[in-house]
């Protein structure tokens, strides 16, 4: 196991490292704390990173062998990510250690439905987290890209009892088995990739009596281990790794950790097991509030969702977390399993779609769907505003099947934000 210290890390990087020697070039070399350095700013992080020439790389690429990855790609190009052996081995030597934490056990028997293929990393991570994780189990690698008829034959001939995959994959499985009439005995489901809402988690509980809904952990191929859960930690809670990371909760406008709990920030991570593509206080893409008070051993902290996910619909932007919670206000009249934001241009304005996925289908009254339009004019104001200077078109919703919702090919994560005007080229 090798965890360097935050002044190994920083020097080595600020040695071999022209991306962050430019970056530190400020910083005094001594006396110097974590706050004084820099937060990434990942626009010019990537535009420093390429496929043939990287100045945020310690060494050149393939010197010291090891993996090449990309990341999932849902928002915006895909980036790739470098480990060398070691590194990738102690990423999943920690990640799994996390794992055991949260209720993984000696003789569970654990189907892999994470997707794998074209530099993708989640499904080869899980496994190798749990070949090196404490407990003895056994692993089914089967992949999200599966038949969901070779997926149940697996787990009702196997006797699986645990299930590992993104929500999008597990939802769509769960309304499988329910509307064919399948019982499997899951007795839990770890997901990752994407937040599973009470919604969600009512679905899987509906068609899995018992189950227990847990999240898989916290962890990017970009930044490496961030969270991992345990049966303290509540909805979208982690805990960190200890020792092997830095994890903080920054101030928006100055840049400075937030120590106070209940404060939102960005979360900003520093990995303390990487030197060829070191991550020093890297934007994690989240936000988030710290649950224990300072100096809790491990301490929890919650996800408030996607700092950048929001539709932007001419001048205004909805937040993808919004329109969930205005959505969750129907849960009485119909089971939303899922929805997704699409973005299209026409006629000179915007034209935003709320795809909505169901048990129902597209089987919903008219009524309803004038009464979730209203809600969101009513959450956001500035709509009807837009709406009468002509500015933007009015919400379209759309009402379709959860199988029908539009996932990334290679990685099956949902597409919560979907942009078609560069694509359409207006």
């Not at 038949?147 to 993104?166: A, R, S």
């Not at 499988?176 to 770890?190: E, F, K, T």
């Not at 859960?229 to 903080?248: L, Q």
Request: hydrophobic letters at 35%; a negative charge.
């Amino acid at each position: 196991m090798t965890i360097y210290s935050l002044d190994h890390v920083v020097g080595y990087a600020r040695e071999h490292s022209p991306f962050y020697r430019d970056l530190y070039s400020d910083v005094p070399t001594d006396g110097w704390k974590i706050a004084d350095l820099p937060v990434i700013d990942q626009t010019a992080y990537w535009e420093g990173h390429g496929q043939s020439e990287s100045s945020v790389m310690t060494s050149p690429l393939g010197v010291d062998g090891g993996y090449l990855y990309k990341s999932g790609g849902t928002t915006g190009q895909p980036k790739f990510t470098v480990y060398t052996k070691e590194e990738w081995t102690e990423f999943t030597r920690v990640f799994g250690a996390g794992l055991a934490k949260n209720s993984i056990a000696d003789r569970d028997r654990i189907a892999n439905l994470f997707y794998a293929g074209e530099l993708y990393t989640s499904f080869i991570f899980l496994n190798d987290s749990l070949q090196n994780s404490a407990a003895n189990v056994l692993t089914f690698p089967i992949g999200g890209a599966a038949p969901f008829e070779f997926i149940v034959h697996t787990l009702q001939d196997y006797k699986v009892n645990v299930l590992l995959g993104v929500p999008t994959t597990l939802l769509h499985l769960a309304e499988y088995v329910r509307d064919q009439g399948i019982s499997l005995s899951i007795d839990r489901c770890y997901y990752g990739g994407e937040a599973m809402y009470p919604d969600q988690r009512d679905l899987l509980a509906q068609v899995f009596p018992g189950i227990s809904v847990l999240t898989v952990g916290y962890a990017s191929v970009d930044a490496g281990h961030i969270g991992y859960g345990d049966p303290s930690c509540g909805f979208n809670e982690h805990r960190t790794f200890g020792d092997s990371s830095i994890i903080e909760i920054v101030d928006d406008t100055t840049g400075l950790p937030i120590d106070e709990v209940g404060r939102e920030g960005r979360v900003v991570v520093t990995n303390l097991t990487r030197l060829l593509m070191p991550v020093i206080r890297y934007p994690a893409g989240d936000r988030g509030v710290w649950v224990d008070a300072p100096g809790t051993p491990d301490r929890r902290f919650r996800l408030l969702g996607r700092s950048e996910e929001g539709a932007r619909v001419g001048p205004m932007t909805l937040n993808y977390d919004d329109i969930h919670a205005i959505l969750a206000g129907f849960n009485q009249t119909i089971e939303v399993t899922g929805f997704q934001l699409v973005v299209t241009h026409q006629d000179r304005r915007d034209l935003l779609t709320l795809r909505i996925a169901s048990r129902q289908g597209a089987a919903v009254p008219a009524s309803l769907t004038e009464r979730v339009r209203a809600a969101v004019y009513q959450g956001r104001p500035m709509f009807n505003d837009l709406l009468r200077d002509g500015l933007v078109h009015p919400l379209a919703i759309e009402w379709i099947e959860h199988g029908d919702l539009i996932v990334n090919p290679r990685t099956g994560k949902l597409r919560r934000i979907v942009d078609h005007r560069l694509k359409e080229g207006q």
